[in-house]
């Protein structure tokens, strides 16, 4: 996995890597500098394949008081000494930079006599701009002759302009993604080191185009500790290995609850996705209305019912149901009537040590009694879109959306659960504090049955072994890369939850 480093960690790292491990800032300066110039010349090198001569192909750097601006000066003179034409702004004067900075510009105008320093940014057209304004320490938000350079860079992007920022978008918040009053939208970012919390959440993101990582020199033994958030390369969004020697036992049973008297469909994506997932078998136990439906669109699923009323015998059919299973979703299209309580609240008392994940109408059902979470076993995870989650919280959904990693934390801690709080970069919290962010997935996810898609993949990963903490941040990254298989073939606009399963690999 990789690690994603909040501002205070980089700090850490970045000084541990000075002055313990005794490489010099300069050394690390000059490292992220070569690959902020690495790709620009990829882009640079892009139009001169296109019949453009490397005289009209200027670049502009445009720098802020600080170190990152001392990177972005380092970057321009290594274009310049390969050649192309750059020039240079330093917002708020030359006075203004750090001592590494400082050095920095004596180097480019060594390289380049009488080069002009100029301090505001110009209207000319230019093939590049480095942004190298603001680094990871901005706290508070860009005005002056900050923003207006901030929204000259942006316009110069509308004409043309390929915009690599270094390190984090200047104006975005490093911890939290915010926008700090204005911020340059890039077409890359280069991220030092590690990718930071504020540009892998919205809308920090969304502003920072492509994030690649620079090597700079500041590995993970720069880390005083392991950091609490990572997301999963792609490489490492793979469905479980299957044994040659196996048998449908070998993958885990499932037991789906879900689907009340009036919605089939939730229950039948649930069970599908689980089985596209991988697991030997589903036995989805639904409202009797549901049972026709079920069987003829899964076929390969076992069916039992319950009878609106009739708790007796619902009771006997759950805890056999139960008894079968190795692991347990509730949730799904199941509603909150006198029936879906009595069924949530039996499954809790009954699971033992299974496996549990609880969503949708188990989680609003919840939400009215925290102490329902207290019955069942340590395994349990909970999958809340964000109006779920504000029930659950007793707050309001933009309260919930202020924090999502700290939210999710803190339930997660407190109920000592996983909870995997979706929203547009969905966010898994351990109950020790772990954090994964989902980095892939796309817009075309925010589609009727989506959810219940994700709850049938998280369940299925812990039937075939998965544990359930891993299961449930490796399910919402499957999910997300099945979403963008989708979403090739339909587009997003058209992308069915039905889809999502057809893409899961």
């Known amino acids: 996995m990789q690690y994603i480093l909040s501002k205070e960690e980089m700090s850490r790292a970045d000084r541990k890597t000075s002055e313990e491990m005794h490489v010099p800032s300069a050394v690390l300066m000059e490292r992220a500098a070569l690959k902020v110039a690495e790709e620009a010349v990829k882009i640079l090198g ?104 901030v929204e000259k860079i942006n316009e110069l992007r509308e004409n043309g302009a390929y915009v690599i920022s270094v390190d984090i978008p200047s104006g975005i918040e490093a911890d939290t993604g915010k926008i700090m009053g204005a911020a340059v939208k890039a077409d890359m970012t280069v991220a030092c080191a590690f990718p930071k919390i504020g540009e892998i959440l919205l809308p920090g993101a969304l502003y920072a185009g492509k994030l690649i990582t620079a090597d700079i020199g500041i590995t993970e033994r720069s880390l005083d500790h392991t950091p609490m958030m990572a997301s999963y390369t792609d490489d490492e969004i793979v469905l479980p290995d299957r044994k040659s020697d196996s ?3 070998t993958y885990g049973k499932v037991l789906l609850i879900a689907g009340s008297s009036e919605i089939a469909g939730a229950a039948v994506l649930s069970a599908r996705a689980a089985l596209r997932t991988g697991c030997g078998m589903v036995h989805v136990f639904t409202h009797e209305n549901n049972r026709t439906v079920v069987q003829s669109t899964v076929p390969e699923a076992l069916v039992s019912v319950w009878r609106t009323g009739e708790q007796d015998e619902t009771l006997k059919s759950l805890r056999e149901a139960i008894k079968w299973s190795t692991v347990i979703a509730v949730g799904p299209g199941l509603g909150t009537d006198e029936d879906a309580r009595f069924i949530l609240k039996e499954a809790l008392s009954e699971c033992g040590d299974r496996p549990m994940v609880l969503d949708a109408d188990a989680l609003n ?70 954090t994964v962010i989902n980095r892939n997935g796309n817009n075309g996810l925010a589609t009727a049955g989506s959810g219940d898609v994700l709850t049938g993949i998280i369940i299925s990963l812990i039937a075939q072994g998965v544990p359930s903490e891993k299961a449930a941040s490796l399910g919402a990254a499957l999910h997300g890369k099945a979403g963008d298989i989708g979403a090739e073939q339909f587009g997003k606009h058209g992308l069915l939850a039905g889809d999502i399963i057809g893409s899961i690999c």
């Open 46 to 149: 892009e139009k001169l394949d296109h019949g453009f001569r490397k005289s009209d192909l200027k670049t502009l750097v445009v720098c802020g008081p600080g170190n990152n601006g001392g990177d972005g000066f380092a970057a321009g003179r290594i274009l310049m000494e390969q050649g192309f034409s750059v020039d240079f702004v330093m917002v708020g004067g030359e006075k203004k930079a750090s001592p590494l900075e400082a050095e920095q510009i004596l180097s480019v105008k060594a390289f380049e006599p009488g080069i002009e320093i100029q301090e505001s940014v110009p209207g000319e057209k230019y093939a590049v701009i480095i942004d190298a304004i603001f680094g990871i320490s901005l706290s508070r938000d860009v005005g002056g002759v900050f923003a207006d350079a």
């Open 247 to 249: 048998n449908k036992g």
């Open 365 to 434: 059902i919840i939400s009215e009694d925290h102490a329902l979470l207290r019955r069942a076993g340590n395994s349990k995870v909970i999958t809340p879109h964000v109006g779920e989650m504000s029930r659950l919280m007793g707050c309001t959904i933009s309260e919930v959306k202020s924090d999502l990693i700290g939210n999710a934390q803190k339930f997660a801690s407190e109920y000592e659960l996983t909870c995997v709080l979706k929203d547009s970069r969905t966010v898994t919290a351990h109950k020790d504090g772990r």
